[in-house]
């Protein structure tokens, strides 16, 4: 190995994280003792490495080694060997039994312990058996030092150990056979990594193991970046040539070859061919199954009956409900599956708790749930009753390679007889399809959620798709209530959502525009407006009530720039204040910080309870870096957690947020800038989502023409989805 390399003996193992690798150890290296830091996963002590890297003087622990890549190195005299076989790296050795195997096979034990395991057997104290375990044990260590070299040559070392773990001592020859398995077996690994190790390797560019990978890829990428379901075949074939840069006569016969293979599923909508993956399809499928299925159920409750319950439930809110209000209340009862659907102030959380209300009065026992932690929070304070996560609804846990798996499934289904889903625009066709697994077919179900939002972040838009079949009974809550219009955030929010301008020049009330087009003038009054101007007017904490949403990550009034900003502003360096930088991101002590993709296995504490679980859109203030800068301790709304640092990848910055992660909270005062951004955000309804997140104040700040321009873009990103079709195709 070229460039600054170490050498010796593994004396000690500090730190390792089996999940990624990292590790810190202590190498007897020449005549002192070194200690080596990074990704050096299945190492044991007692192990000889090689490694290269280079050195670093870390501020708390001083001078260490920075490995890049590392190799094992088998023992070579008999001394070594021993302190090898003795450190139980081998299971069903220890040091008795590695002096016995020495003493008999001296320096020929390491090729009897690879080639004859079962001479092993010749030794007093080891049985057949027990050698045959040690053979398997060996050749586990052998073939992890053999597969380890390979994949260093074309990995990094996180992803040769994400790669091992699933391919053991067959890696090598299952990436020599066909490297384009990666792209849609390993997570991390997209088609053009794939296709680079592949080149590498010597195959064709026209080879059909290639251009299969090709087509799956193309088919997840636009899953996973624009919501589609399936493409249309010249859709698909046209994004297949881009990529691959082959003939269209190849790309058919290898589409063949995975609609033959059932990789891809093929249907014909309006006479089109169409090619979806398969796992998507038959999720869509299971979906309209399902829905149909639960349809046909209701409690069969008679009219006066539900008439003198809504008399109840109105008694006990103190409010009368109206029309549509009724007949949603009146959908839920009688139907197996309804959806209320309505934009800010129209009454659906009133529905709910009037279902709710309904519910308990006859005994039926229900869940509460929404997509997002903060969504199943807000249902919780505004219903007065538990809601949960679909996720933890469905009792995730997460398999080695970081997929969802449901406890709560058709074998294993939901103990309740009714669900009402909040938020159900957010609902993918993955989550949709696994909750619908967890019910039982005699089921009710009630989806709640405004259609005008933004649609999910993954594949599909069901919500859209269930409502716009005209298969189910949707109840669409139009009219705003006398307390709803004294709010301008709500006038604004319907009239944007009709496609009006919304009124901008009122200088009083919740809804207030300051106008700005020099982004740098634009950063500098954001800064103001949540660290003085906003608490001093209004009293709001500029951390628990103050949020800045933005549509994009990128630009000048991007999260990432924005955030820098006002970290900066609110909470700067000092010397008090400990900070610990991850990638490109300083995180300190007194930060706001966003939890961006679910842990239900981390631990938390909050007044003497001890619970598990920070999700999505969980938003938190860093309360303590720990002296070595391992752990950061972070306070939940009240749930303590402490984070190691290999783990912050599930943390950003939270003064600025996206509207995409802000979807299914609700902030007291929310800020919105509004310039020039890529043409994709510029939409009604992205803007109509953002400006629905505050519930007390929301000031836009920005470019007047850009906010008209958003009104009245009603362009949607057309989503294609099988759902509808299937839909139409059951005989509801």
Not at 11 to 38: L, Q, R
Not at 421 to 449: H, N, Q, Y
């Amino acid at each position: 190995m070229d460039g600054e390399y170490i050498e010796g003996r593994v004396e000690e193992i500090i730190f390792s994280n089996p999940t990624n690798g990292y590790t810190v150890c202590v190498v007897g290296a020449k005549e002192s003792m070194v200690t080596a830091v990074g990704i050096m996963p299945f190492l044991t002590e007692g192990e000889n490495i090689k490694a290269r890297g280079f050195w670093q003087n870390h501020p708390t622990f001083g001078r260490q080694f920075k490995v890049e890549v590392f190799e094992k190195e088998l023992p070579e005299d008999e001394d070594a060997l021993y302190r090898y076989l003795a450190s139980g790296s081998i299971k069903g050795i220890g040091p008795v039994t590695a002096r016995r195997i020495i003493d008999r096979f001296g320096e020929d034990t390491i090729s009897v312990m690879e080639h004859n395991p079962e001479w092993l057997s010749e030794i007093k104290g080891i049985s057949k058996n027990r050698a045959k375990e040690i053979g398997e044990s060996f050749a586990l260590q052998f073939g992890a030092r053999e597969a380890m070299i390979f994949l260093n040559k074309y990995f990094g070392p996180s992803l040769s150990v994400r790669i091992y773990k699933k391919y053991r001592s067959a890696s090598a020859d299952i990436i020599k056979c066909n490297p384009y398995r990666l792209c849609y077996e390993i997570p991390g690994i997209g088609f053009e990594k794939a296709d680079q190790v592949a080149q590498n390797m010597g195959f064709p560019s026209d080879s059909p193991e290639r251009i299969e990978a090709g087509l799956l890829h193309v088919l997840m990428d636009v899953a996973y970046q624009n919501g589609h379901c399936y493409l249309p075949g010249d859709m698909l074939i046209q994004e297949s040539r881009k990529l691959l840069e082959v003939g269209d006569d190849l790309i058919t016969n290898a589409l063949g070859e995975c609609v033959k293979r059932g990789e891809i599923k093929r249907n014909d909508f309006n006479a089109t061919p169409c090619f979806a993956l398969s796992f998507i399809y038959y999720a869509e499928s299971y979906i309209a199954s399902k829905l149909k299925l639960l349809s046909q159920n209701s409690l069969t409750f008679p009219v006066e009956g539900i008439e003198e319950q809504i008399s109840l439930s109105q008694e006990k809110q103190s409010i009368v409900y109206d029309e549509m209000q009724v007949t949603a209340i009146k959908n839920a009862v009688n139907h197996g599956l309804s959806i209320v659907t309505g934009g800010p102030g129209t009454g659906k959380t009133t529905v709910i708790k009037a279902v709710i209300d309904i519910f308990e009065s006859l005994g039926v026992k229900y869940m509460l749930a929404a997509p997002t932690g903060r969504a199943a929070k807000r249902m919780s304070e505004t219903s007065g009753r538990e809601a949960r996560t679909i996720h933890r609804l469905l009792e995730v846990v997460y398999s080695e390679d970081d997929r969802p798996v449901f406890s709560r499934n058709e074998d294993n289904p939901l103990p309740a007889k009714a669900f009402i889903i909040d938020e159900t625009s957010m609902v993918d066709v993955f989550l949709m399809e696994a909750f619908l697994r967890s019910v039982k077919p005699d089921s009710m179900v009630v989806f709640i959620g405004d259609a005008d939002q933004l649609p999910p972040v993954g594949p599909g838009d069901a919500l859209n798709d269930i409502i716009f079949s005209g298969c189910f009974k949707v109840t669409r809550l139009m009219h705003i209530f006398r307390q709803a219009e004294k709010s301008l955030i709500i006038v604004n929010a319907h009239r944007i959502n009709n496609g009006e301008e919304p009124y901008l020049k009122r200088k009083d009330g919740d809804f207030f525009f300051i106008e700005k087009h020099n982004p740098a003038e634009l950063q500098n009054l954001v800064s103001s407006l949540c660290k003085d101007r906003l608490p001093a007017a209004y009293g709001f904490n500029h951390l628990e009530d103050i949020q800045v949403i933005t549509p994009t990550r990128r630009g000048d009034c991007g999260t990432r720039e924005l955030n820098k900003v006002l970290q900066q502003s609110l909470n700067p360096p000092s010397r008090y204040k400990k900070e610990r930088k991850y990638g490109d991101t300083v995180f300190r002590e007194g930060d706001k910080v966003m939890q961006v993709r679910n842990n239900y296995d981390l631990v938390w504490y909050k007044e003497g309870e001890e619970g598990t679980g920070v999700f999505n859109g969980d938003i938190g203030i860093i309360v303590s870096i720990d002296p070595k800068g391992d752990t950061v301790t972070i306070d939940f709304d009240g749930r303590i957690c402490e984070y190691e640092m290999t783990n912050a990848d599930d943390l950003e910055l939270a003064y600025a947020v996206t509207v995409h992660k802000a979807q299914g909270s609700e902030y007291n005062a929310v800020i919105v800038p509004l310039l020039k951004c890529p043409y994709p955000l510029m939409t009604r309804n992205l803007l109509y989502t953002a400006v629905t997140r505050a519930k007390q104040l929301l000031i836009a700040v920005g470019d007047t023409a850009v906010i008209n321009h958003m009104a009245s873009n009603n362009k949607k990103d057309i989503r294609f989805t099988s759902l509808p079709y299937l839909l139409k195709n059951e005989q509801i």
